[in-house]
């Protein structure tokens, strides 16, 4: 059987979900929070400065529906809080310097951080700097939504340094848990749909019935989103930073090991068999449509983002019984050191949380000018996210407002989790640098095989992916095998037990 190209790096727009290091199943807190913010009277007008990055690669050519926004937006803070909001967006291609050069100068606010770990405007390091402010008490006076998250939500407690707390996270937890979508018609008459075992049968007993369906996957599709999938199904996870090495830490039997040797082979092999049998060489948007395709399967995120904008489907998360990793880097907005201003920055943070109303203008922009409403769900036209914060009780408004979305939803959110060893790195930038600094070094050769497999994700495309993926397995199966010795250098610095 043939194996696809899933190979295994984190994407970077993500929230973290700090937990626990093992894969003990955990429910979801529910929010108590109210979603109406209560205007503040007592306030005196000021003005704010915040930092952004452009909000499209079209930002330029989009300044006019962006200005739309910001206007209808300072028609809010100014009711609501009393407070004039000034944008300042940086450049993407120097936003490690500009964020930096915006908080160090005292020209903004608050500002946006990117904070990958990777890199050095991530949280730990900003906060060992002194670049960014610990509102940890100014919340409790003056951010009564926001301080109530930080009691109850479990992944806010990653902006947590020390006593601290430095950051409000922008995005929703971001997995490649999968999701599969059903359409109504499709028999699934005693199947219980759980896993990718149960819509193969699900395939095949259509095909006896003499009612044979297609079924579409980005994850078989997508090498770049897939590994995470198949790993997490086996409790594994990536080297945290390193996009490309192909190391994996086995949570359950203590130890790192090669994607080639990895007991994920055999579910990818599996999946390619059906994919060959039944798969639909298309796109998402045209599988939606495609009266031929009975099955989609992506991942949660996706599905989120890009609904389905009609009730002719049966949504169903898959593994529900496992944690999936989240991805390294979590997007926050901070209060800059220099501000004069931090307690009006904390109030509006907390308004843009917990305002419903508020909350989606920022997140995606004004209705019936950026988007519309078909079937009851809206459509994104032009979406510009201004300034999103997270808030799990406010659900994107491209979600139709259903029970099995819910229930998917709240599934997924306590299906995630963040192992242990990157909550280490996360918290403490010393050993974050020892830890970058030590597998980058010779000694580990861990570039042989990044070279190795990025000239794969180069070459892969829809005719030769499969027939790549091989070519890399066996290459990958000459290099030096130093699984032992990495886990002897991660031991070594503390980073794992």
């Known amino acids: 059987m043939r194996r696809c190209g899933f190979i295994l790096f984190f994407i970077s727009l993500c929230l973290v979900i700090t937990g626990c290091s093992d894969q003990t199943k955990r429910p979801v807190v529910e929010m108590d929070i109210p ?31 962006i200005n739309l926004i910001i206007e209808e937006l300072n028609k809010m803070t100014m009711e609501k809080i009393n407070t004039k909001v000034v944008f300042t967006f940086m450049s993407r291609g120097h936003l490690v310097y500009e964020t930096l050069m915006q908080l160090s100068s005292g020209d903004s606010d608050i ?44 992944f806010f407690d990653l902006m947590k340094i020390g006593d601290g707390i430095y950051g409000v996270p922008l995005y929703m937890p971001y997995t490649n848990m999968p999701v599969a979508m059903i359409k ?15 819509i193969y049968t699900i395939l095949i007993n259509n095909n006896l019935q003499e009612n044979k369906v297609l079924f579409y996957s980005d994850i078989g599709c997508m090498p770049i989103r897939s590994a995470d999938v198949f790993s997490s199904i086996h409790d594994y996870y990536e080297l945290p930073l390193f996009s490309r090495s192909g190391y994996l830490c086995d949570t359950k039997n203590d130890r790192i090991v090669r994607i080639e040797d990895s007991e994920m082979m055999d579910d990818i ?18 599988a939606l449509n495609n009266t031929d395709i009975g099955i989609i399967i992506t991942t949660f995120t996706e599905f989120y983002r890009y609904p389905s904008g009609d009730d002719s489907f049966d949504y169903y998360l898959l593994y ?68 999103s914060i997270y808030n799990p009780q406010v659900i994107a408004p491209t979600r139709m407002n259903t029970e099995d979305f819910y229930d998917i939803y709240h599934g997924y959110l306590s299906g995630t989790y963040v192992p242990e060893m990157l909550s280490k790195l996360y918290k403490d930038y010393d050993l974050t640098k020892e830890y970058r600094s ?28 499969y027939k790549k993926f091989e070519e890399m397995i066996h290459d990958l199966n000459k290099t030096t ?3 032992e010795k990495i886990k002897g250098f991660l031991e070594s610095i503390g980073a794992v037990h």
């Open 35 to 65: 979603m109406t913010y209560k205007e503040r009277t007592d306030l005196e007008y000021q003005e704010l400065n915040v930092a952004l990055p452009p909000l499209s690669a079209s930002h330029e050519d989009n300044m006019d529906h």
């Open 111 to 154: 500002v946006y951080c990117g904070n990958h770990l990777a890199e050095d405007t991530n949280l730990p390091y900003l906060v060992s700097q002194g670049h960014v402010k610990d509102f940890s008490q100014m919340m409790k006076l003056h951010a009564p939504s926001l301080n109530e998250a930080f009691q109850t939500v479990e």
């Open 184 to 198: 109504k018609g499709v028999s699934t008459e005693g199947v219980k749909i759980e896993t990718f075992d149960d």
């Open 269 to 286: 092999d599996l999946f390619l068999y059906y994919y060959d049998q039944y798969g639909a060489d298309t796109n998402y948007e045209n």
């Open 320 to 387: 529900k019984d496992k944690k999936f990793n989240v991805f390294t880097n979590v997007p926050v907005y901070v209060i800059s050191s220099s501000s004069l201003k931090s307690e009006r920055a904390i109030i509006l943070l907390d308004f843009l949380f917990s305002d419903r109303e508020a909350n989606i203008l920022a997140s995606w922009g004004i209705e019936n000018q950026n988007d519309r409403y078909e079937n009851g769900a809206r459509i994104n036209m032009n979406i510009f996210s201004l300034m």
């Open 438 to 465: 030590g597998l980058r070094s010779d000694e580990y050769s861990l570039k042989e095989r990044e070279d190795l497999i990025l000239k794969y994700i180069m070459a892969i495309g829809k005719e030769e992916k």
């Open 481 to 483: 095998d130093l699984s």
